[in-house]
């Protein structure tokens, strides 16, 4: 632990104290400045054939005018705007129209959706708690001293530190948070309520705005007037960000002692957390695909986060579309696969581990260029051999094709994992009179069931995955395995999304749970045992 | 290297035959049936003629796609392979420290790993349509925009959604990768270098990155033939459209021999890839046969 001399630390401490108290009043400033400015157009009227100055300008732009002043009366602070479009006509004559609008153009700052009801003022509420409570607990941690290093500090003035940083964390992220619930509320659901597809709490929302837009209005004059509604978010508001930041470091300051290891370890965090939701948004994305109903999976307005009424019955449907038999043939194709894989690779790999032979550099070189050979890019060579050997569009063609190009992938990693194993016993159990099969089956293989379990559900996983070589080999319906088979339900002009989802869900599944069982020694074995590093 | 006792001489040999049979049927005789197709006459109800020299590579090069299809080509291993080393390479890194949920993060990392490719391809598909998709409804539903996006507006922006995908899918391998060269790190040089004050950036680029780059070489190595070979991401996203404009070389090949049923010229684009595949591997092999001799 370093030293740090008290005068030190109250110097800090002052210095952040003197900071948090600057922001804290800054954020109230901020509060207080235009947060949104809404702009709504109450009334238009265009006015064909019309030029500036003349008569039909002058009578439309009393009419105009006449209407701005009724609004005036109703309490609305309006402003009449025009715009002049200028034309020339297929007599070659300039025409003009002048179109006149009556707008309403209003700023809020924060303070204003405080007491106005909606989803936002919740938010804001919490805010504006996390920063006083956050500015109470630390002058109440400022009783253990300020002069005082943070681990020397007692219990409960050191909690209470935390406790502010925690507090002016929570306030950081809910600003945003407050953005984008205004955002969900005045264009989200405004757009919904005026399609007809709002929830049942839209009713009372819409009049909620109404009332803080325009100070109450009648129900049925609403729609026409949230039509012409637009807005955007000032500075101020954003700015509110990087001050409650600065505020949550000068907590951290006072609480930690010092700031780079806190934020570092933080920055660790949001990376881990954004990456995690990320990772997983696509698999968000199939789950709740596919338990919508049709209508929802190609409906933008109707959709909402979650599906609004789940349907299970897509389970029962895409079984009746025969997803079972692709299933099926995907079981029966890997467990293929795999078996002829290894019963072809562990030899192989035990020859190379264990035996002295002419070639076996030659044998070793060829095993890892046939590694690099992808079967896609010899599609058409493998589509014909197929043909040649009469195991066109069956699965047995299948098994062998990806026991083939695993095999390379196979041998190197068994021949790593038979490598990291002394060969003492064997040979000990070979002077015994054992021969090699012996001593392959009896010894070696349950000495190296890691590395062969591993290789096993890395080469199931690769052939349950593949689709190009199955597209193109298989065209009975009968015959093929679930990556293909899922095509099915996305012809040229329509996809059912939900039946691809839902086949997609029982496809993947038992493939994450396999391959979170290898996870560990997979990262070992591609590097070190298996494909070499 | 111990080895155990042999008795008969071609005793080696017995034991490699399965897996000799099982690659030559199945891996050497398609090499040897493409680079003899490239070189033959093909009708198109796919009956072989005699040979025609370099006919059909002159008809695949001077066909007027193949020029945009090699940069797509190009764009899209580079690409891929480069941001996802990269991205996949800080992301090990970050793995390797100790935090709460480290086990749970390193599960998650390996989903997109896990899940085939057309899986993948379909789900992404469906997220960025305009009309539909999942991204634009996210985006509203959390009031992060106003209006729905057109996430494909031009191919050029479905292209580079195919690489974003192609990056998402090979991140995990890298990660992988990397791991378990960082794993394999002594924690004494780390010590060693924190005693000599060296910093942060220093400890990356004098111990972290030599001692990891075996690693990173082979899962680049491994990478730049994967994704060149990749193809239901295209396939799946835009199908190569509009008119091979996003096709790479192996979705440009699939067409052709089996939508196009021009056999020739597609068998002669195989033998190019198959050239560039064999030299980026002959590297691979010198630099493996190497460090297997050390």
Redesign the interface.
Known sequence: MKTVSSGDVLKKNRRALVLAVIMLALALVLLSLPAYEFDATLYTKRSGNTFVGDERYAKAMEEVEAVAESYRQQGYEVSVSEQVTERVNSKGETTSMITFSIGSAKTYRAWDFLGAGLPSSKILTVVLLCAAGSLVLMLLGLRGGMATPHYALKGASARMRVIACALAFIAVLLVPVFAMVNTHSFSREVTLFLSNMGGEAAPALMQKIGEFLYGGVEADQLPELLKGVTYHTTWALWALIPVLFVLLCSLIVLAKGELGPTLARGGLYVFIIAMSLLILYPFYVMFITAFRGNAETTDMYFLHMLPTKWIWSNMKDIVERGVLRYLMNSIVLSVGATTIAMLCGIPAAYAMARMKFKGKNVFLGFVIMSQMFSPVVLLVGISQLMNALHLNDTIIGLMLINAAFNQAFAIWLLRGTFLSISSEMEQAACIDGCNTVQALVRILLPMAAPGIVTTLIFVFINAWNEYTISTVLISTPANKPITVGITQFSSFNMIEWQYLFASALLATVPVIILFMCIEKHLAAGLTSGGVKG | ??????RR?W???V??L??????T???I??????FK?AFSEISKAGIVGGFVGFQNFVDAVKAPAFGPVMINTFIWVISVVGLSTLIGFI?AM?LN?E?I?RK?????????????????A???N??IKY????L???L?????????INWRATYQIEFMWECGVGIFVTIPFVT??V???L??IDAAYYEAATVDGASFWQKLTHVTIPLVM??L???TV?NI??V??S??IIYTITKGAPANKTDTL?TY??ML??YDQK?GP??AL?VI??TI??L???L??MM??K??DA
């Open positions: 290297m111990d080895s155990i006792l042999v001489k005793e080696p040999y034991w490699l399965p897996s000799i049979i099982l690659m049927t199945f891996v005789f398609p090499i040897m049936i493409v197709l992301m970050v420290q935090f949920g749970v993060a390193r599960s998650i990392v390996v989903f997109p790993w896990a899940t085939s490719l057309v899986i993948q379909s789900i992404w469906y997220i009309e539909y998709g999942n634009n409804n996210v509203l539903n959390m009031g992060i925009i106003k209006q729905a992988f990768c791991l378990s060269g794993q394999s075996p690693s070489t082979v899962s491994l033939i994967y060149f070979n193809f239901p192996i090949l699939y021999a089996f056999k597609a068998t195989s890839g198959f595949l064999c980026v591997s002959g691979y092999m493996t046969m460090k297997e």
